[in-house]
Structure formats: structure tokens, C-alpha cells
């Protein structure tokens, strides 16, 4: 009797389980769009047809440019709802509305509300072209026409899972500020330095020395890397600055060395820390660009490559699509295609009939962190005039819990960040009046940002979309004020160039403690350090048909320091664009022409600059026979190469995170641990040839002082020793794809805090893969943090062949739906992780071939 009752106890819960399943299934197969037939779209003038390849991107084809746009919010809302509305709530400082009542949620609502981003895309749109606006609203339509009739699990599996603890009602209708407030997250993941900003600072509270703090902020000149451009050829000047101001200083004290700022500095740290990440953050954020001559080709046509090295999640970052007028005409000019952001109409990098185009992160200084003196919401200005601030009380709604008064303030300079994470975190980490004297306040920490102004990119990405000619691209460039990006194009009649656009700000130099040229904060109290205005867009650097016959932009210094205009002073070090250049420059060399397969070559390149640099000395280092020095031992032969399987690889990454972290975090603050990037080799580099520089002494060994030869010993041995816990004593059982795996995860419920089974329903498989931080195929990772699992990396590969468009190719990380039940929703992870990429058709003929679905809309 026990045994049937267990029989049939197994029985009743397997039928259980399969009515589960079952539900699930259908649960998530729910919101999975039509691709094929027809349907009715309010609004459209005309039909519109949607073409779907293999790997399901759409192809729109229309006869206005109205109904494209609003075919294409329509497309977007099918394939990557939620994604969008994920977004309009972080941007708006409206997460707590959708995700509930959560602590990080509440926090970042705080800070974005704080910084006003809606509120500055309520302004843009007003400053907007007419047509711009009438794209934005036609796109709005196209989403809201998809949104009709539909609930909230008919849209996306995300809305069923979220109602199990929060009230999911039905989503607001689309709206072009929506659209535009996107923008805003963007320029914010790809902002500049202003981390380097921070840490400087916070550096100076811990090293008490401003030369120590500038060695480890070397200037790009010392690796003795390319810039972008040649300086005679991209016209530039030698004025970088404004001539230096003369007026006196206020007398309000000298703060850098102060517990007082620091406190607030921290403050301001944990505030921006809020802030869910949406394109990139940190180590890694950048890209690969070049463009080589039709003189270097196969063809006599350009060729171009890019690869944007940026967040991976689940969904990948990119839609892919395809928008093409069925007659191009001035009223409707557009046939363009590309790598598109849900919830933002055009194509943001593509190529049109005539002209291709690419983006890297040009790191230029947009932001300023200033130290205001604050007394009872008044803020120091000049020797002893104290101005009100301004205040207004944001009200967060939180579903499931009390709605959260924020006051939030502002400067002339901009919103205070530092008291943002309420009194319980900010009054530990502020300064007090007592410590920094009664009539002068305490130090509160301001942001200046161009984003935090209206502006124009809105119009930049159509101008871009239809542009022909080089002359076109700089027009358009002009217009493209934040994010601040590198633009290397190319045209089907054979130009190559490049263009840095942006609204920079112009800084005056003042004689000071630290300098004064954007790389630390700023005294708000001294008028001297306001900006002065912005660069003239004329004088923004800028070539056509380089001399050396083609153009690499990998976010390294675009001219040398002593020509203007100054942009920044915290570039990239040019490690991966000089690999980019020298692999070119051999190819060239030989006498071969290079193609487009040359080209996806390259971008798969896993050749370390790191281990060319450390090998050496490392391997002068005397270490006993057997198992210390096995590790040691793989790196004799070693080709330099991050492969995925190279035991050699994963040995030298666990050393440079080792010397990292031994060498420098017994004297940095712990936000500002090395992360790895080619900050910190530029640093080490700097170091190797004085083995008594003071960071490499242990200042926790009071008794002893530790020298280079110490460090790398130590880092040598303690790498043996992880690997052999991590992957076993024997080294031929190494592998860096081991360690070095990315392991994508749902920008909601892919977390640590989600319930397992819906986690990994939601979050593709980790996948092995080479490369690595500073290299060509940058899959970074952050040495700061122990682990080796990928940050960020290119988020998409493209090669445009200008001879022949139908051959050129891409790829993205994850696939073109963002519905986990899509057979579209991870179907390009395998092919990016191997460096494979997709035929990418756009001529009609092409797309026809390579049609699988075909969907109309109809009026």
C-alpha cells in the first residue's frame, strides 16, 4: 500500500508538473507577435510591407516617411515592448512604478529625478525640427496602434511574472518625450570622465599628494600610441585653452584636503552608483572604428568596421531593422539600414544607399563635478554672498507602497547629487558645519552636464539617416551634441573620413591646487570656474581622405595635447586602436588587398598588449622549480593571444589581477580599486623601470618595504595558488574561456534576487569566450572585483562593404526579439561568441532572397 501510494502520489505530481509546464509554455508564447498575413495599423496612409529574414530582422518598406516610422514603432512594440517600457520608466525616475516597492529601484528614481531628465526632453522637443518631431510622433503612433486592444500579457511574459507582487496595470500610451528622455540615459552611460573626476579627488583623500595622484592618471602621450588624427591634416590650432583669468581668489578656502569633502565626495559617488546601468558603465565602455581607403581594397571601394564595446544583457542593446522608402523622394528619403535602440525611430549606425557610418565613445569632458559651500539651502558664491538655491519636491509613486517626498536642489552650476540618497546615508558622509567651520556651510557636491541642457541629436539621427556626402556627415555632426562620438564614415563613391562632434564645454585655466581643466571638481564659489561657453562646432577636428589611406577611431586621444580644442585629458591609451593600425599597416605592407573577411579578422583579434608588455619581466622573475613556477612556465612560448582555450591566458589574467590588486589597494579608496583597463597598464608601465616606486610598497607591512621584484613574486605565486582552487593543480586543464564566460542576464528578472527557475528561463546560457580588456575583441572584465566574467564587449560586429552593400555583414549578442519565447531571442549569441557573423541584405532584391516572413500592415 505504501508503494502505490507512493506511485500515485509521483503520478499526481508529475501531472502537476505538466499542467505547469504547460501553463508556462503558453504563458510565454502569449505575447509572440504576428511575422506573417496581414493587420489593420491605425493610422497608416498606405500599406506598409515588413520583411523578415532568418535571424527575423524586419525590413520596412513604405511610401511616406510617417507611415515608416510608424511602421517601425509598431515593429519595435511587437518584438521589445517591455524592453521599452523598462526604459520610459527609468528614465522618467519611474522604476518604482513598475517594479515595486525596491530599495535599488526607490534609489535610482531618486537620483534621475534629481538630475531632470524628462524634464530637459520636455524641453527638447519643443527646439526640435518640425519634420523630427512629426518622425517621433508618427513612431509614438505606430507603438500605441500596437498597444490597442492588447493587455499586459499579450505584450510581454515580463508583465505576468511582475504581477505576482505588483499591481501591473495597463502601459501608458507611447509618447515622442518618451522617446527622447532615452537619449539621456544614453549620453549618461557614455558621459566622459567623470569617474576619473571622482577619483582624483577621492584619491587626494587617501594619497595627500597631488603628484602621486597624477601618476596614476598618466597622460596618453606616454604609451606613445596614433591619435585619430594627423594634426596638419585636421586643421587644428594650438590654442587648448582660454586665456588664463586674473581675477583673485574668493578666500574660501582650499577643500581638496579635507575629511569634509571626501565625505561628500562619497556621497555623491553612492548617488551616480544608483543609477541603473542602460548602454555601458566602467571598464570597457568604448568601441572599435576604422575605414580603409578603396587604394587598400579588393574591391577600390572602402571598406568599414565597427564595434561598440558596451553593456551585454538580455536582450542585446540593438534592434536590427531595415527602413526604406518604396520611392525615395524628398518627401520621403529615406532607405537606410542598421542597429536601431527600441523606442527611438531611424537607424542610429548603418549605412544608406550612398554612406555608411560608425560610433565610438569620444570620452570628450562634458561633465563637472563643483564643491559648493551650503548653509540652510543657500550656497557660497564669491568672498561672502550666499544665493538660494532653487527647490521643487518630486513625488515618487511606488506600487505597493507609500509614495517618497524629493526635494530636490540646484545651483547655477546644476542639481546637488550629494545629499540625494537621503539623511541617513548623507549626514554620515557629509561634512559637518563644526569640521568645516560654521560660516562657510558644509560641502554639498553639484553636477554640470551639456545633457542637462535641450539639444539637438534628435535631429542629428535623421540628418545622419539621410545624409549623402562627406559635407553631409559634418553637417549632421554639428547637430549630435551628447552623446559626444567619434563618426567615421565612408561613401559608395569612395570617400573615407572622420568626425568628432559634441557641445564641449570651455573651461578657463586658474592658477590652483590642482588643475583646473575638468579633471577634478571645481570650487563653486569661485565664478573663475564656471564654464565659459562651448567649442565652435567649425572648430571640432574633422578630415576627408586621410593621407595614410585610412582612419582608426577607438576612443584614443583624437590630436595631441598641445592642439586644440581641448576635449579632455582622460582618453583611452590606445592600445587597441595601435593593434587596429598595426595589423592593418602589415596587411598593407605585404602587398594584400584587404577585404571585408580582413576586416571581421581584425575585429576578432585577441592579441594582449598587456601580456606583450608584462611577459618579459615576469618571466625574469625566480621562482623554485615545480609547482610555483608551472604557471610561470606556460608563459615561455606563449603567442600573447587571449584565446579561449589557453591555459597561458588564464594564468597571466589571474596575475595582472593579482599585481593590480597588491600594488594598489592597500592606498586607494575601494570604489577606485583597479578595475584593469589601459589606465592601469599605461600606470604599471610607468612603474616597472623604478622597482622602488612607493606604490609598490605594502604600506600594511609597516616593517618592511616592498619592492617590484616582491610584488611580481607575490602576484606570480598567489595566481598558482587561485588557479589550482578555481581550475584544478594540473595547468594543462587551464582554460581562459573557463574564467572568462558572459553570462547575460534580463535587465529585470535576471538577477540575483529573482526566483531561480524564472531567472534561468529569462538569461541565456553562459558561453565561453577569448579576449579581454584593452584588446581588439574587447570582452572586458573587472579586476577590481575577483571575477573574470565578461562586463561589457562589442555589442554588435558590422563590416559594410561600400562596393557591394548585400556583402557586407553583422551580428548581435543576443537576436532581434526580446521575447524569451522567440526562437529570435539568443539565436545570434553562438555566432557572436565565435566571431561568426550574418549576411546583411539591403537592396530590395537582397531582402527578397532572404525573406522568411513577410507581414503587411494595412490602413
Not at 194 to 219: G, H, I, K, M, N
Not at 244 to 272: E, I, M, R, V
Request: glycine fraction near 8%.
Amino acid at each position: 500500500m505504501v508503494r502505490q501510494f507512493i506511485v500515485g502520489t509521483a503520478v499526481v505530481l508529475v501531472l502537476v508538473l505538466v499542467a505547469l509546464t504547460t501553463f508556462a509554455w503558453l504563458t510565454a508564447r502569449r505575447p509572440l507577435p504576428e511575422h506573417s498575413g496581414e493587420v489593420q495599423v491605425e493610422g497608416l496612409s498606405s500599406n506598409v510591407r515588413v520583411s523578415r529574414d532568418a535571424q527575423g530582422v524586419p525590413q520596412i518598406y513604405a511610401d511616406s516617411a510617417e507611415d515608416l516610422f510608424r511602421a517601425q514603432g509598431y515593429v519595435h512594440a511587437q518584438d521589445r515592448f517591455f524592453e521599452m517600457d523598462y526604459r520610459r520608466h527609468v528614465t522618467a525616475g519611474r522604476l518604482a512604478e513598475l517594479v515595486g516597492n525596491n530599495a535599488d529601484a526607490i534609489q535610482a528614481d531618486k537620483v534621475i529625478r534629481t538630475f531632470g531628465w524628462r524634464h530637459v526632453a520636455e524641453e527638447e522637443f519643443n527646439i526640435l525640427d518640425d519634420t523630427t518631431r512629426q518622425y517621433l510622433q508618427a513612431y509614438a503612433d505606430g507603438v500605441n496602434a500596437y498597444l490597442a486592444d492588447r493587455s499586459p500579457a499579450e505584450t510581454a511574459v515580463e508583465y505576468t511574472v511582475l504581477d505576482v507582487s505588483v499591481e501591473v496595470n495597463e502601459p501608458e500610451q507611447w509618447d515622442p518625450i518618451d522617446s527622447l528622455a532615452w537619449l539621456k540615459a544614453m549620453a549618461w552611460d557614455l558621459r566622459g570622465n567623470y569617474d576619473d573626476e571622482l577619483d582624483r579627488a577621492l584619491a587626494y583623500s587617501t594619497l595627500d599628494d597631488a603628484s602621486r595622484v597624477s601618476e596614476l592618471f598618466p597622460a596618453f602621450s606616454v604609451t606613445g600610441n596614433a591619435t585619430i588624427l594627423d594634426p596638419a591634416e585636421a586643421g587644428a590650432t594650438t590654442a587648448t585653452q582660454p586665456p588664463q583669468a586674473t581675477q583673485t581668489s574668493s578666500g574660501a578656502g582650499d577643500p581638496y584636503g579635507s575629511p569634509g569633502l571626501a565625505k561628500a565626495l562619497k556621497s555623491a559617488q553612492a548617488a551616480l552608483d544608483a543609477v541603473p546601468v542602460q548602454i555601458a558603465r566602467g571598464e570597457g565602455t568604448g568601441s572599435n572604428s576604422w575605414a580603409v581607403s578603396g587604394q587598400y581594397t579588393e574591391s577600390g571601394k572602402p571598406l568599414l568596421a565597427n564595434d561598440p564595446h558596451l553593456n551585454l544583457a538580455a536582450p542585446g542593446i540593438w534592434a536590427q531593422v531595415g527602413l526604406h522608402c518604396n520611392q525615395v523622394s524628398a518627401e520621403c528619403p529615406f532607405d537606410v539600414s542598421g542597429f536601431s535602440f527600441s523606442g527611438f525611430p531611424g537607424v542610429i549606425i548603418g549605412h544608406n544607399a550612398d554612406i555608411s557610418w560608425g560610433l565610438t565613445n569620444l570620452g570628450a569632458d562634458v561633465t563637472d563635478f563643483f564643491i559648493e559651500r551650503v548653509r540652510n539651502d543657500t550656497y557660497l558664491r564669491g568672498a561672502d554672498q550666499w544665493v538660494p538655491m532653487e527647490k521643487e519636491t518630486e513625488v515618487i509613486r511606488v506600487d505597493g507602497g507609500s509614495p517618497v517626498d524629493l526635494e530636490v536642489r540646484r545651483t547655477v552650476h546644476g542639481p546637488i547629487v550629494s545629499s540625494v540618497m537621503g539623511e541617513d546615508v548623507t549626514d554620515a558622509l557629509r561634512g559637518s558645519p563644526t569640521e568645516t567651520g560654521t560660516e562657510l556651510g558644509q560641502y554639498e557636491i553639484s553636477l554640470s552636464w551639456t545633457a542637462l541642457q535641450p539639444g539637438h541629436t534628435a535631429d542629428a539621427v535623421f540628418d545622419m539617416n539621410r545624409a549623402k556626402t562627406p559635407a553631409d556627415m559634418k553637417a549632421a555632426a554639428a547637430k549630435f551634441e551628447v552623446p559626444s562620438q567619434n563618426i567615421v564614415f565612408a561613401t559608395t563613391d569612395g570617400h573615407i573620413g572622420y568626425q568628432a562632434p559634441g557641445k564641449i564645454p570651455v573651461r578657463a585655466n586658474v592658477p590652483g591646487a590642482v588643475e583646473s581643466d575638468g579633471t577634478w571638481p571645481r570650487p563653486g564659489w569661485d565664478a573663475r570656474y564656471d564654464w565659459t561657453g562651448y567649442v565652435p562646432q567649425d572648430q571640432m577636428p574633422g578630415v576627408v581622405d586621410p593621407k595614410e589611406g585610412f582612419v582608426v577611431a577607438a576612443n584614443q586621444a583624437v590630436l595631441p595635447g598641445d592642439t586644440g580644442p581641448f576635449l579632455t585629458r582622460d582618453w583611452d591609451y590606445g592600445y587597441r586602436s595601435e593593434r587596429i593600425r598595426t595589423l592593418l599597416t602589415d596587411r598593407i605592407a605585404e602587398g594584400r588587398k584587404l577585404t571585408a573577411d580582413d576586416m571581421s579578422d581584425i575585429q576578432m583579434d585577441q592579441w594582449s598588449v598587456f601580456a606583450d608588455t608584462l611577459v618579459p619581466v615576469l618571466l625574469e622573475v625566480d621562482l623554485p622549480d615545480g609547482y610555483d613556477s608551472d604557471g610561470q612556465a606556460l608563459l615561455t612560448d606563449w603567442d600573447r593571444s587571449m584565446d579561449a582555450d589557453s591555459a597561458a591566458a588564464a594564468y597571466f589574467a589571474a596575475v595582472w589581477r593579482n599585481l593590480l590588486a597588491i600594488t594598489f589597494n592597500d592606498e586607494l579608496p575601494q570604489s577606485m580599486w583597479p578595475e584593469g583597463d589601459s589606465r592601469w597598464l599605461a600606470v604599471i608601465q610607468g612603474m616597472l623601470d623604478n622597482p622602488n616606486d612607493s606604490f609598490w610598497d605594502d604600506k600594511s607591512t609597516v616593517a618592511v618595504v616592498e619592492s617590484r621584484d616582491q610584488v611580481l613574486t607575490e602576484a606570480l605565486t598567489s595566481a598558482r595558488q587561485d588557479l589550482t582552487v578555481e581550475l584544478g593543480k594540473d595547468t594543462s586543464d587551464w582554460e581562459w574561456g573557463t574564467l572568462h564566460q558572459l553570462k547575460l542576464e534580463h535587465l529585470v528578472l535576471g538577477g540575483s534576487g529573482v526566483p531561480a527557475p524564472i531567472a534561468a528561463y529569462m538569461n541565456p546560457s553562459p558561453v565561453k569566450v577569448g579576449g579581454g580588456s584593452s584588446i581588439v575583441n574587447a570582452t572586458a572584465w573587472d579586476a577590481a572585483s575577483g571575477s573574470f566574467d565578461v562586463t561589457s564587449g562589442p555589442s554588435m560586429r558590422m563590416v559594410v562593404d561600400l562596393a557591394d552593400l548585400d556583402a557586407s555583414t553583422w551580428v548581435v549578442v543576443t537576436g532581434t526579439s526580446a521575447h524569451p519565447a522567440s526562437e529570435h531571442y539568443q539565436d545570434q549569441l553562438d555566432a557572436w561568441a565565435t566571431g561568426e557573423t550574418f549576411p546583411w541584405p539591403s537592396s530590395p532584391e537582397a531582402v527578397d532572397a532572404a525573406q522568411v516572413d513577410e507581414l503587411t500592415l494595412t490602413p
